[in-house]
């Protein structure tokens, strides 16, 4: 089956990936290089959504690392 | 003659459709009967031993949320034939992708280790010992796929679905009052007023409803079926039957400990089965039946869904269509993961109350993203075209979205500081 990416274009042959043990470091660069540019259009909804999700995932691991350490004081 | 005819097109009809389906059905009604895992269990037993049958119209109401965040799943993985992981990259680039992947592997490894505990605490009631146990699991997962083929994981997976049913003859058994059921479970209602206890019964229940392995393992699960979008109403029968399953389920295990076990405090779905075995064996026995069964289909679930996104994003083979040879990565993480979640439980005096307990934060750090990202996709006409959300649609898994992520942050904050719920 031909891999094509969220929209239905077919991908590029650089961009599908071998499945070794010797390239599996190389990997991360690559999926990085891969998925760079978000292809999702980044409308207001888009962003308000994303920063919602910064902001709580901060908070969170904020609380976690604050009972980390009174748990670790106790 | 004409209405003899007539009748037999009908049923033709009837019977090509539940072929159809037949062959369709798999990822929905193993996905919703696999999120009532060892975890589920355990939380409605103890709603059930606590409460009795006053919170079984909650139950119900679980139902149609866990349809409307799944059925979404259903409809992205048909237009897009990518995973939930794959789609985030995709979409939203790698920051998030890598975040998504690696929070889900974490929460999907120490979710493993709750099964396995849950499977290990069922089968020492027949007197088998955890390491048995832990190989007993490991053999029958790897048999499950070894075949090479998507169609008979399925199938067997459908089998311990089937199994799971057992708490319904369980409930028969011991006999409930169906007056006080109707009475007292169908209307709303909060048992002693909306108490600290009760709020955080009710979370844990939402809790058990949407996992985001859920997420994952059901889109891929279409992905590698090759569903298409002229199969994403049959899709969604699937969900549905599976949502239903799960809340009947969930009902009968709260009628049966609700029954037999009300009043007391009941802290795993193991020490119901125990305790019931005094009074009433053969449902304590079916108990932990059920319980080894939650826990094996959990297992089998979650290790998948983590294997499916590691071989979406590394372009690994990732099929269960593919012999062991054919995909080794993708089987690699999943024995990797399945063999080391056991032997953690193996371990002596491992701290399993606290990974419990920490499962249920960590989960919270990863629902609202695969939640999120789940709407916003769907939302995408490019991505989407036809099969993007209606505005009823949108209203309504919005609204369910809010409502879990809060409950579910709640739910988390109780368990770290449970002094301010006290």
Redesign the interface.
């Known amino acids: 089956m031909e891999k094509t990416d969220l929209t239905g274009k077919s991908e590029s042959p650089e961009a599908r990936s071998d499945s070794f043990l010797s390239k599996q470091f190389s990997k991360f660069t690559e999926i990085n290089k891969k998925y760079a540019k978000p292809q999702i259009t980044m409308t207001p909804m888009v962003r308000v959504a994303l920063l919602g999700l910064r902001i709580y995932l901060i908070v969170l691991v904020l609380v976690l690392v604050y009972k980390f350490f009174t748990l670790i004081r106790t | 003659m004409n209405y003899l005819s007539r009748f037999y097109y009908q049923y033709r009809r009837v019977i090509k459709a539940l072929q159809l389906y037949l062959l369709i059905a798999g990822p929905g009604l193993i996905v919703m009967i696999a999120d009532n895992d060892a975890g589920g269990i355990t939380t409605y037993a103890a709603t059930g031993a606590k409460y009795g049958y006053a919170l079984i119209w909650f139950l119900v109401l679980l139902g149609p949320v866990a349809y409307y965040v799944q059925e979404m799943t259903v409809r992205l993985g048909a237009v897009?034939?990518?995973g939930h992981a794959e789609?985030i990259?995709?979409?939203?680039?790698?920051f998030?992708?890598w975040?998504s992947l690696l929070d889900l592997s974490l929460v999907n490894w120490l979710t493993l280790i709750t099964e396995f505990i849950g499977m290990t605490a069922a089968l020492s009631i027949f007197n088998i010992p955890p390491v048995i146990t832990v190989l007993i699991v490991i053999g029958i997962m790897m048999f499950m796929v070894v075949q090479g083929r998507y169609w008979t994981w399925e199938k067997l997976a459908m089998f311990f679905c089937l199994l799971n049913l057992v708490y319904i003859p369980a409930a028969f058994m011991v006999h409930p009052s169906v007056g006080s059921i109707l009475q007292q479970g169908i209307i709303p209602n909060f048992p002693g007023g909306l108490t600290a206890t009760l709020i955080f019964f009710l979370m844990a229940n939402i809790g058990t409803t949407i996992a985001p392995w859920m997420i994952f393992f059901q889109q891929s699960a279409v992905v590698d079926k090759g569903m298409g979008k002229k199969d994403i109403p049959w899709g969604k029968l699937d969900t549905v039957l599976g949502a239903i399953f799960t809340v009947v389920v969930a009902i009968f295990i709260v009628i049966v400990t609700g029954t037999v076990l009300y009043g007391m405090e009941i802290s795993s779905a193991a020490q119901a089965s125990t305790a019931m075995m005094g009074t009433y064996p053969l449902v304590g026995t079916l108990l932990a039946i059920g319980l080894f069964d939650a826990g094996l289909l959990g297992a089998i679930c979650i290790s998948l869904a983590s294997s499916w996104a590691f071989g979406e994003?590394?372009?690994?083979?990732h099929s269960l269509n593919k012999r062991i040879r054919e995909a080794?990565?993708f089987y690699a993480y999943y024995f990797f993961a399945i063999i080391t979640a056991g032997l953690v439980v193996l371990i002596p005096n491992a701290p399993l109350v606290l990974i419990t307990l920490f499962v249920q934060?960590i989960a919270?750090?990863l629902l609202?993203?695969a939640l999120?990202f789940l709407?916003?996709?769907l939302?995408?006409e490019?991505?989407m075209g036809e099969y993007r959300n209606t505005t009823v649609q949108n209203v309504v898994s919005i609204a369910i979205v809010i409502g879990i992520?809060a409950l579910s942050?709640l739910y988390?904050?109780s368990v770290?500081?449970p002094e301010l719920f006290a």
Do not use: C, Q
Not at chain 2, 89 to 94: K, L, N, P, R, T
Not at chain 2, 313 to 317: D, S, T, Y
């Open positions: 897009t034939k990518h789609a990259f995709a979409a939203f680039g790698s998030w992708g975040f994003v590394f372009g690994w083979a080794p990565w934060v919270v750090t609202p993203a999120v709407i916003l996709l939302n995408n490019e991505i992520i942050t988390a904050f770290l500081f």
